[in-house]
């Protein structure tokens, strides 16, 4: 965009949006607090005043909206009546209508929200680690650089203990493979990236596991130039793998759960596509 940081910081967004017709749905977007993750089709205003094709990647969590833009200046920038909007979101609508329900609680069982407890976390960037002069990379992954306070919904820790934090060190086991798998795919694409894996719940610091409690967990997430930014929604909390199944919860949800890669594509030409858009009425 040709802007410098601290020229974009205290800014409404409204100034980076080339077209005023955007303006006036933009708010609505966040209206609905149940949109964890929202994929935008807009015209960013450049610095020179030029409109660029852009994909805007939203993350809605706790009190914060974390947004990842990609940019397409090869495109042309072609006017929308309006902002074309896709919500990535892991519950079917008639299990959304389940979210009212009560808080469900039974004995020996974790309690839980009939709503899933989210978070969103923003690692230091995977190939600065390799790449960056005089850099050392650590031996279990980036770092913690922030995460919203409903972390300690999530897993149960305080936020504030987490910053600097190599994330695998709050990854399972059992899950080690598939969650570096999936910050290195963070690292290498543009595109959006989908896993689910277990963490770690009451992580501790160092190698210490403090109990056999898991969370499962899935996640959205996406790069930007300086981290990569993912949302991780609770599915379920377990015990280690082997010991009994009836410590596992949130069974509610599961009829009729469709996984985030079922909702939306990550290929940019589909992404892209209208057909694929709902427009703000």
């Known amino acids: ?20 017709a955007y303006k006036l749905d933009y708010p609505a977007v966040y209206s609905n607090d149940t949109a964890s993750v929202l994929v935008m089709r807009l015209n960013a205003k450049a610095q020179d005043g030029a409109s660029v094709a852009t994909r805007l990647v939203a993350f809605n969590c706790d009190t914060c909206i974390l947004a990842v833009a990609v940019m397409f200046p090869e495109q042309p920038a072609e006017p929308l009546p309006h902002l074309a909007v896709r919500q990535i979101d892991a519950l079917h609508e008639t299990q959304r209508a389940m979210a009212a329900a009560e808080a469900v609680s039974q004995q020996g069982i974790y309690v839980t929200q009939a709503t899933q407890p989210k978070a969103c976390f923003v690692l230091e960037c995977p190939s600065d680690q390799a790449m960056a002069p005089g850099l050392v990379a650590t031996p279990i992954g980036p770092s913690i ?18 910053i600097g934090t190599p994330f695998l060190r ?19 694409t543009d595109e959006i990236v989908f896993a689910s894996f277990f963490l770690m719940l009451q992580p501790a610091s160092g190698d210490e596991l403090p109990n056999d409690r898991r969370v499962e967990v ?11 930014v993912f949302l991780c929604r609770r599915i379920r909390v377990c015990a280690e793998p082997g010991m009994p199944s009836e410590v596992c919860v949130d069974e509610d949800i599961e009829d009729g759960y469709l996984s985030l890669a079922e909702i939306i594509s990550s290929e940019p030409e589909t992404s892209d596509c209208p057909s694929q858009w709902t427009s703000l009425a």
């Open 145 to 162: 650089v922030f995460v919203t306070n409903s972390v300690d919904r999530l897993l149960l820790v305080d936020g504030d203990e987490l």
């Open 218 to 228: 899935e996640v959205v997430g996406a790069q930007s130039d300086d981290g990569v």
């Open 170 to 188: 709050l990854v399972a086991p059992e899950s080690m493979v598939t969650a570096s798998k999936f910050i290195d795919d963070l690292g290498r």
């Open 1 to 20: 965009m040709g802007f410098q940081p601290a020229a974009m910081l205290g800014q409404s967004a409204y100034v980076f949006i080339a077209d005023d």
